[in-house]
């Protein structure tokens, strides 16, 4: 089965604080992918990677820079964090860049900004 | 642009009971179609998916969908609803140009009555 991990279930942390939220797939994905999922707007692209080191901006990157250093792992970042990015964050990954290719999410992150 | 709808916010049905998940999506041509559903604390799993074919797709735990191409419509059934079933459901769309990137609707709750 594939596994896609995060490595925080729950996470607080202060306005203004740099903050990372690591993403670790254990099938040789080529494409992972930073969700954030809020009430009534279903889940919201931030940003995707079709390879190491490659990125490409989602629907709403603003606040977020990502990294892929390894194939399988794939970290977001807040830079800044601020109260209007309390959010649950989900991370994906699929095989390839086939078209359709399923995606199999982690479990989520559920950030708090104080 | 390409976006995806579900009307009902939330689904209350009796455990038995035949279950009805409505999906419409706008886009110029056929695109990906998929179902997902997230159990409580949960990430998202792929009930099913359809790309082309049969337009009655069969997918994981019961879960049936139908792709009517002239209502642009997409929903999801189950004859016979279980307690376990109690979730958030995703319908989503991959446009045929950007396989890689999914627009998933706002989601529908479905609780069960017992």
């Not at chain 2, 059934?77 to 706002?106: M, Q």
Request: net charge neutral.
């Amino acid at each position: 089965d594939v596994k896609v991990t995060q490595s925080s279930r729950y996470l607080v942390k202060r306005t203004g604080e740099k903050v990372f939220l690591e993403c670790v797939q254990d099938m040789d994905h080529e494409n992972m992918f930073w969700y954030r999922q809020d009430p009534g707007l279903g889940l919201r692209l931030i940003y995707f990677s079709y390879d190491v080191k490659m990125k490409e901006k989602g629907d709403i990157p603003e606040g977020y820079s990502v990294s892929r250093e390894k194939k399988e792992r794939f970290s977001l970042i807040l830079e800044s964090a601020s109260t209007n990015q309390t959010s649950m964050y989900l991370c994906a990954s699929s095989l390839s860049p086939q078209m359709g290719d399923t995606q199999y999410f982690g479990p989520g992150t559920r950030l708090t900004v104080l | 642009a390409q976006s995806v709808t579900q009307p009902d916010i939330h689904i209350t049905v009796s455990e038995g009971a035949s279950l009805e998940l409505r999906c419409n999506y706008s886009y110029g041509a056929t695109p990906y179609l998929f179902w997902y559903v997230q159990s409580p604390g949960q990430g998202l799993q792929l009930l099913l998916k359809y790309f082309s074919g049969d337009t009655l797709v069969q997918g994981i735990k019961g879960f049936e969908a139908e792709f009517k191409r002239s209502q642009s419509s997409f929903n999801l059934r189950k004859p016979s609803v279980h307690w376990s079933d109690a979730a958030e459901y995703f319908c989503a769309v991959a446009p045929y140009s950007s396989a890689s990137k999914i627009i998933f609707g706002s989601g529908t709750r479905l609780s069960i009555r017992p």
